[in-house]
C-alpha cells in the first residue's frame, strides 16, 4: 500500500522557490529519513503532507486522500510530533490524553482502550497521574508521542524527536521510535544524521528545494559516498609542515579532498577522499617522499559525509529549516 505519494510537488514564497518539482513516494510499513540543510524545504514538504500549506504546484496524497481538496482525512490519518511537543503543563499524563483523545472524537470505550495502548507502547506506565510540567524532557517526548499514536494513524510525522535531549534519553526515544515503525509508516526529519542512518531504512535528501537522493540508507550511502583514507605520519627525516603534506596528497591522482586532523602524541594524521581507493598510491607516495607511513587505513564513509557532500557543504546542523512562514490550508476546515 502506497501510504505518501508525493509528485511534482512546488512551493513558492513569493519570488523564492521552496520546493522545486520533489517527487517521491512511501509504502507501507517504511521508517524515512527526510533530510536537508536549513532553508532545503524539510518543513515546507511537512507542512503540505500534514495539510498545513498548500502547495502551489503538483500534488500530494496520504493513504490516497489529496492534502488539498481532502485534508480532513488526510489528518485523520496522520499522527504529527512536531520538535516542541505539544503538551499542557498542567494537565496529567492521562488527563491530557483524555483531552487528546476527545479532540479527536474517541468516545468512552474507545478512548479507555487507546490510551491503555499508548501508554503501554510509550513506556508511560509509571507517569499516569504525574503532571506534564515536572516531567523529564525525555518523558515529555513519550508523551507527545502518545498523542500522535493515540487514533491509530497510518503514518507518523515526527520533527526533531531527539532536538535537546541527553544520550541515555535519545537512546530510549530511538528504540521506541523503531519499535512504532515496526506496525506504521514513520517519516523523520532531523538534524542528528547517525540518528536516520541507525533508524530508518531510507532517506530522502532536499537540498535547495530540489530531491538530490532518494533511496535504501546503506545503497544511498554506498552509492555516493566515495573513499576515505586515514594517514599516519610519525616524526622522520623529512620535516614538513601539514599544509604541505595536505597539498601533497591532494596532488595525487583521484584525491577530492586532505586535511589534517587531530595528531595523537607524535603522530601527525590526515584524512583524504577520493573517488577510489587511494591507499597504494598514497603507500607509494609516502616511500617516494621519505615520510614514515604508521596508519593507512582505508574507512567507510558515514551518512553525514554522504549529507554534506550532497548538499556542497551547507549548514546541516541547524535546529529549524530556513523558510519563510505562511499562511496554512483552509480546505476543509
Known amino acids: 500500500m502506497t501510504v505518501v505519494d508525493a509528485r511534482d510537488l512546488e512551493r513558492t514564497y513569493g519570488s523564492f522557490k521552496a520546493l522545486d518539482r520533489v517527487s517521491f513516494s512511501i509504502e507501507a510499513g517504511h521508517i524515512v529519513g527526510l533530510l536537508g540543510p536549513n532553508g532545503a524545504g524539510k518543513s515546507t514538504t511537512m507542512k503540505i503532507l500534514t495539510g498545513y500549506l498548500a502547495p502551489t504546484g503538483g500534488s500530494a496524497t496520504v493513504c490516497g486522500h489529496d492534502v488539498l481538496t481532502d485534508s480532513v482525512r488526510v489528518r485523520e490519518n496522520i499522527g504529527y510530533l512536531p520538535e516542541s511537543a505539544p503538551i499542557y503543563d498542567d494537565m496529567t499524563v492521562k488527563g491530557f490524553l483524555e483531552f487528546v483523545g476527545r479532540t479527536r472524537g474517541l468516545g468512552t470505550a474507545g478512548r479507555s482502550r487507546a490510551i491503555g495502548r499508548v501508554l503501554e507502547e510509550c513506556g508511560l506506565e509509571d507517569r499516569v497521574h504525574q503532571r506534564v ?39 530510549e526515544i530511538r528504540s521506541l521510535i523503531r519499535r512504532v515503525g515496526e506496525t506504521r509508516t514513520v517519516i523523520l526529519s532531523t538534524h542528528i544524521l547517525s540518528e536516520v542512518q541507525v533508524t530508518c531504512d531510507r532517506v530522502v535528501i532536499i537540498h535547495q528545494g530540489r530531491k538530490v537522493a532518494d533511496g535504501a540508507t546503506e545503497d544511498v550511502i554506498a552509492a555516493t559516498s566515495g573513499h576515505r583514507v586515514s594517514v599516519g605520519l610519525a616524526p622522520g627525516k623529512v620535516q614538513v609542515s601539514d599544509a604541505e603534506v595536505v597539498a601533497q596528497l591532494q596532488a595525487i591522482a583521484n584525491v577530492d579532498h586532505a586535511q589534517a586532523v587531530a595528531a595523537d602524541g607524535d603522530i601527525r594524521r590526515f584524512t583524504l577522499h577520493a573517488g577510489d581507493d587511494v591507499r597504494r598510491e598514497v603507500f607509494r607516495w609516502a616511500v617516494a617522499r621519505g615520510h614514515e607511513l604508521v596508519e593507512l587505513a582505508g574507512e567507510r564513509s558515514n551518512l553525514e559525509e554522504v549529507f554534506l557532500r550532497l548538499t556542497e557543504g551547507a549548514d546541516a546542523l541547524g535546529a529549524q529549516d530556513a523558510e519563510p512562514d505562511a499562511e496554512p490550508v483552509t480546505a476543509d476546515a
Not at 491509530?152 to 520533527?159: A, G, H, Y
Open 133 to 171: 510540567g515536572t516531567l523529564s524532557k525525555g518523558y515529555r517526548q513519550r508523551v507527545g508521542l502518545a498523542q500522535a499514536l493515540l487514533h491509530e494513524p497510518k503514518l507518523l510525522i515526527l520533527d526533531e524527536p531527539t532536538n535537546g535531549l541527553d544520550p541515555n534519553q535519545i537512546i
